[in-house]
């Protein structure tokens, strides 16, 4: 990510020496002259250093630093000092002044001091980014595959993966594209830097623009400081832009501009911030049939699919899936109570046989439900859904009314009579949820929005749910098309 850093120092001829040494392309630097020039700057724009000369900081020196690291993004405090006071400097830092400097210094020393605590604070701010619960990161090789069609995939993308161009992932809903974004970022020259994920179809066209970009403050209702937006906390990094055909068409302009420029510009902005970062964006519709239908700019899509990659379904790649389960049970062994350690010849072949709409998000969700739901060391058919195991099923009934209840016609699928209670519940729920869902996308023929509008529920928990339940708007669109 870009360093901020405000420079306040009231000398021009120290001001100017440091802006030299603070000259690098990680860094923008913000440079005030007095004490109200600071508060005023600070109060407006997020920084992560603050790097003051003694005399800005008043008599009150204690108090001045720890307002300072009490500021929303607690930034880290940097002292010049034209005396070299060993006192002074002693108090300075039990105030919690993270170093004072000595203007005495050598350039080459002060220079190294200040690479370190900035470095220091990059590699805290990336590692903030990444989600607390995380699992390991993915690596390619963990796309190991039996399957032709994904060797011949696979061979590609390790091609790819150690150049810095920019990428187009396809694919059906479920079938990985974030996760292989992720592990091509992981084996690429940028690993060491961040990997930000955002779906650009959970957002509102404004909230979207601000995220990618940051904003001014002002900029809008709301806007009370100035924010970093994803492309700047990315920087030396990997921005993964998932759902990119729902980008909205004013946004496709300025994302082609920062491709094409390499700076960005926040919103209510009137200057850019060069950034070095590399695009990895993902789709699940035809983009080149999005172009021709008006809905998506084709010099964006040609700039986009510098490297195009369309990960092969699951429904054609079976022989994969029994290594594949055998890999979800090892991955959520940590994380389940569970006794199960293998899957059964009877299972496995069911498991094959399903032609999986879901692609691998679903098989994931049936072999964590099955290792819930499992009493014994062996997923067996009975742990399985009905629609992959071949019983029947509540799925393709109507559920029952008021009046069936009364004549105790109501009849429980036999697997469920195996379950306890609480287990036959959350079956029962997720039936639901899932013909629940499924008959409101039908109902507005697939819109999201509105969905979730008569869901009562955000349009971002609507996405999650649809992701794990296998569910995809285009396929009610196009029914509600015929």
Excluded at 78 to 84: E, G, M, P
């Amino acid at each position: 990510m870009l360093a901020r850093i405000v420079l306040a120092v009231e000398s021009a001829a120290t001001q100017s020496r440091f802006s030299q040494l603070l000259n690098r392309p990680d860094f923008v630097v913000d440079a005030v002259r007095s004490s109200n020039d600071l508060w005023e700057t600070v109060s407006r724009e997020s920084y992560d250093v603050v790097v003051v000369d003694r005399g800005c900081l008043g008599v009150r020196a204690s108090e001045t630093i720890n307002s300072l690291r009490t500021l929303p993004d607690s930034p880290d405090v940097l002292v010049i000092c034209d005396k070299d006071d060993a006192q002074d400097r002693a108090e300075l830092l039990a105030a919690g002044c993270l170093s004072a400097l000595y203007t005495g210094l050598p350039n080459k020393m002060l220079e190294e001091a200040l690479s370190a605590v900035l470095e220091r604070r990059l590699q805290t701010a990336e590692e903030s980014l990444v989600p607390p619960d995380s699992a390991r990161e993915p690596q390619l090789s963990d796309f190991v595959s039996a399957s032709p069609a994904m060797q011949t995939f696979m061979n590609v993308v390790h091609r790819v993966a150690a150049s810095d161009a920019t990428l187009l992932i396809m694919g059906e809903t479920g079938v990985g594209k974030e996760r292989l974004a992720r592990a091509i970022h992981a084996e690429s020259p940028r690993s060491g830097g961040p990997f930000i994920a955002i779906n650009c179809g959970a957002l509102s066209e404004m909230l979207l623009e601000s995220e990618l970009f940051g904003h001014e403050e002002g900029a809008f209702t709301g806007a009370s400081r100035a924010r970093r937006g994803w492309f700047e906390l990315a920087h030396n990094g990997t921005i993964f832009l998932d759902e990119i055909g729902e980008m909205p068409k004013h946004l496709q302009v300025k994302l082609l501009t920062v491709l094409q420029t390499r700076e960005i510009q926040r919103v209510g902005a009137e200057t850019s911030v060069a950034i070095d970062v590399r695009v990895i964006a993902a789709s699940n519709r035809d983009l080149a049939v999005e172009v021709d239908e008006g809905n998506f700019r084709r010099d964006l899509y040609y700039r986009l699919s510098v490297v195009s990659l369309t990960i092969p379904p699951l429904r054609e790649r079976h022989e994969d899936i029994p290594a594949l389960a055998e890999g979800l049970l090892n991955h959520f062994r940590a994380e389940i109570p569970s006794r199960v350690t293998r899957v059964s010849k009877q299972a496995t072949a069911a498991l094959c046989r399903y032609d999986w709409p879901g692609n691998v998000r679903e098989l994931m969700n049936v072999i964590e439900r099955a290792m819930l739901l499992s009493d014994y060391e062996e997923i067996s058919l009975g742990d399985l859904p009905a629609s992959i195991s071949g019983s029947q099923t509540t799925s393709d009934q109507e559920f029952p009314t008021p009046e069936a209840i009364e004549d105790e016609t109501l009849r429980v699928p036999s697997q469920w009579l195996m379950q306890p209670l609480r287990d036959a519940r959350q079956m029962l729920l997720a039936e639901f949820e899932r013909a629940y869902i499924a008959g409101l996308l039908e109902a507005t023929g697939g819109k999201v929005g509105e969905t979730a509008d008569r869901a009562g529920i955000r349009p971002r928990s609507l996405f999650e749910k649809m992701k794990r339940l296998g569910l995809r708007k285009e396929d009610f669109r196009q029914r509600q098309g015929k």
